[in-house]
């Protein structure tokens, strides 16, 4: 039990220690702070004595929402970066922005901008939605806006390990796309590759996040909030009987990958709520397995926020911008499949064997069966897209 409270900066027994000399994030003041008795006004208490780690946890949630966004932003400032330096830098007589490789990085970050850029506004539409139903007037206003931001810890560390580690991903190709250049403290490279690493550390480290996101999953379903069991149960019912194949809708561009967002559900559902019955309480000792089944409520919430978002716009809206979002859903969308077989293969390898491994994993690569696109050409379109536009255009 601890308490959250504020105090002055000059309150008695609180010393501030040295600026810490640190990789990245300089621009930041970064101090120790050490608190030796220091005499605490009741009216300094945040929230009820005892009770601090609500309000740390709800600090947390937003904190970890906002993280997300920040590395949102700090991608698509690195695009900006890398693009004109690509379209400028000439090797083998060619911009290195016309080689495939080049195409292929650049897409690569715009498809992860995109796809974060989904995620984040959907997990902050939900908040807010959630948050307008309650009464302002009320007199435990604040506690219910503690209750339904607490409602999204889930979004919010999903925000916070994807977006944390999509910008390393992009930090890492513009060093890479800037060649040796990049590799020099005068090109921005550095100072972006720096500044993003502290992102998948403060907030709970993306192992915290990671571990948070099934335990919190399965603490709902164990107060019946949330039919998690219901769900793999029923999955599990349907195991032998026949898949239709994916089907094409006219009104709906993007109804193949729909599909496969739902069957990927039911491959995570079935390998998370087998290795649940299989360890019961003893899963929170397999931290790898809980690593697999968060990297797949990730991957999962991840592509349908893209493809959700990008069926919203494809209603109105400009044609290029629409066909873009269509081209990053599907690219996307398309490498789901895969992600959920490995990911539940080893989810399933780690809590059953022989028999009781065969049925599940053949079930598991049905679902995850895709007849495989032409991903070349729909990153290609992406780069040409950026390149065209010099930023991330959306
Ligand atoms: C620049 C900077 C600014 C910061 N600002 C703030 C701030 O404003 N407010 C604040 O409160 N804190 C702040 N912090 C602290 C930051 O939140 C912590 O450093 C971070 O939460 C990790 O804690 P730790 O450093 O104690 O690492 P440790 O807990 O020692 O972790 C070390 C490693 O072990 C892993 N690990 C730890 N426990 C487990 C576990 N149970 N299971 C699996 N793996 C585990 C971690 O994921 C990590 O990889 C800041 C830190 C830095 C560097």
Same mark, same amino acid.
């Given at each position: 039990m601890f308490t959250a409270f504020v105090v002055e900066r000059d309150a008695p027994g609180l010393s501030i220690g040295?600026?810490?000399?640190?990789?990245?994030?300089?621009?930041? +003041?970064?101090?120790?702070?050490?608190?030796?008795?220091?005499? #605490?006004?009741?009216?300094?208490?945040? $929230?009820? %004595?005892?009770?601090?780690?609500?309000?740390?946890?709800?600090?947390?949630?937003?904190?970890?929402?906002k993280l997300g966004a920040g590395c949102l932003g700090a991608m698509k400032s690195v695009i900006a970066q890398t693009i004109p330096y690509a379209k400028q830098r000439q090797q083998f007589g060619r911009a290195i922005a016309s080689f495939g490789l080049i195409q292929q990085k650049i897409a690569d970050m715009a498809i992860a901008t995109y796809v974060l850029d989904s995620l984040i506004y959907r997990s902050a539409g939900l908040i807010a939605a959630q948050l307008a139903t309650l009464s302002p007037e009320a007199e435990d206003y604040d506690q219910q806006v503690i209750k339904g931001i607490e409602e999204f810890a889930v979004e919010?560390?999903?925000?916070?390990?994807?977006? +944390?580690?999509?910008?390393?991903?992009?930090?890492?190709?513009? #060093?890479?796309?800037?060649?040796?250049? $990049?590799? %020099?403290?005068?090109?921005?490279?550095?100072?972006?590759?720096?500044?993003?690493?502290?992102?998948?550390?403060?907030?709970?480290?993306?192992?915290?996040?990671?571990?948070?996101?099934?335990?919190?999953?399965?603490?709902?379903?164990?107060?019946?909030?949330?039919?998690?069991?219901?769900?793999?149960?029923?999955?599990?019912?349907?195991?032998?009987?026949p898949l239709s194949p994916l089907m094409e809708h006219d009104d709906n561009p993007l109804h193949l990958e729909q599909q496969m967002i739902e069957r990927c559900k039911q491959a995570a559902l079935l390998c998370a709520g087998i290795s649940v019955q299989t360890?019961?309480?003893?899963?929170?000792?397999?931290?790898?397995?809980?690593?697999?089944?968060a990297d797949m409520t990730i991957e999962l919430y991840a592509a349908e926020s893209a493809l959700l978002r990008a069926l919203k716009h494809h209603a109105g809206g400009d044609e290029h911008a629409n066909a873009l979002r269509l081209d990053m859903t599907r690219s996307w969308c398309r490498e789901l499949p895969e992600k959920i077989e490995r990911l539940g293969t080893q989810t399933l390898a780690a809590s059953v064997e022989g028999d009781a491994l065969s049925m599940p994993l053949a079930a598991l690569k049905k679902l995850t069966r895709v007849t495989p696109v032409n991903g070349v050409t729909l990153k290609r379109n992406v780069a040409e897209a950026l390149i065209g536009a010099e930023r991330y255009p959306l």
């Open positions: 040295k600026e810490e000399h640190k990789m990245g994030i300089i621009g930041s +003041s970064t101090c120790p702070v050490t608190l030796d008795k220091v005499p #605490v006004p009741v009216e300094n208490v945040l $929230g009820e %004595i005892g009770a601090g780690h609500r309000v740390a946890f709800n600090i947390l949630n937003v904190g970890r929402l919010c560390s999903i925000a916070k390990v994807f977006g +944390s580690e999509k910008l390393d991903l992009a930090v890492d190709e513009m #060093v890479q796309i800037y060649g040796g250049y $990049g590799f %020099i403290e005068e090109s921005p490279a550095p100072r972006a590759y720096r500044d993003a690493r502290i992102n998948r550390i403060f907030e709970g480290t993306n192992e915290i996040n990671r571990l948070l996101i099934p335990d919190t999953l399965m603490r709902r379903a164990n107060r019946g909030q949330l039919p998690l069991m219901q769900a793999v149960e029923q999955v599990v019912g349907n195991l032998l009987a360890h019961q309480q003893a899963l929170a000792e397999q931290q790898e397995i809980l690593g697999f089944i």
